[in-house]
């Protein structure tokens, strides 16, 4: 119940393109869900974090879709670019407990 | 402002030893949470203190422990390493009070390799 499933594994979109990723959880308790973006030999930053309250959360390029009643939420890129080539990982928190459960990552290459 | 700063960045330690592992988190952060990354296992959570206090701890055996101190620098230990400890080791830091929300900021993180 404290899996979050993440999908797909690995990720290939050409230059302008939309990048989509998927994650789904199992547990109600999860009120916060933050999505990370991490370079090779970096630690992961915080892109994008939407609450359940809302079903979209949009910054830029970057777009959350939140779906409360299937426990799923994705991350849209738009106009996807060669420096967005990354690794991105969903994770699910709650509220007063900085203890996230992370999807296991999804790979990003953006062919230019 | 500064990030989350984390030493050693890289070290190689051989199979029984120890090791500690140091985090400063943001000016101002008074919470530090620390995660494993590996590739076949993700990123797991270790624990998470506040004000010195341990709040939560993940499923890790008790060869790996924590502590905060007053300036809310935090550092991890994990005693007789085992090969299956290799792993980038990261420490994130966040304000920590109850209306600051749930982001946390990662530092760059500790690359341990037991040989």
């Known amino acids: 119940q404290q899996q979050v499933k993440q999908s797909p594994q690995s990720l290939i979109v050409q230059k302008g393109g939309i990048s989509i990723i998927n994650c789904a959880y199992e547990?109600?308790?999860?009120?916060?869900f933050p999505w990370y973006q991490q370079f090779p030999g970096k630690g992961p930053a915080l892109l994008i974090a939407i609450r359940p309250d809302v079903s979209e959360k949009k910054e830029g390029r970057f777009t959350i879709s939140f779906n409360k009643s299937a426990k799923q939420f994705s991350l849209h890129i738009m106009d996807s670019q060669p420096g967005d080539s990354a690794t991105y990982f969903c994770a699910a928190g709650t509220s007063g407990t900085y203890k996230y459960i992370f999807g296991t990552g999804t790979r990003l290459k953006v062919l230019a | 402002k500064a990030g989350v700063t984390q030493t050693p960045r890289y070290l190689i330690k051989t199979r029984g030893q120890q090791v500690t592992l140091s985090c400063s988190p943001i000016s101002g952060h008074r919470s530090v949470s620390w995660y494993q990354q590996t590739p076949g296992q993700g990123l797991q959570f270790l624990f998470e203190?506040?004000?010195?206090?341990?709040?939560n701890k993940g499923n890790f055996p008790g060869r790996f422990s924590g502590r905060q101190f007053s300036n809310s620098r935090s550092e991890m230990n994990v005693s007789t390493l085992e090969l299956g400890d290799s792993a980038l080791y990261l420490c994130?830091?966040?304000?920590?009070?109850?209306?600051?929300?749930?982001?946390?900021?990662f530092g760059e993180g500790s690359w341990l390799t037991v040989v």
């Open positions: 547990n109600t308790a999860f009120d916060y």
């Open positions: 203190y506040f004000s010195e206090t341990q709040r």
């Open positions: 994130a830091s966040s304000l920590g009070t109850l209306h600051s929300g749930n982001t946390i900021y």
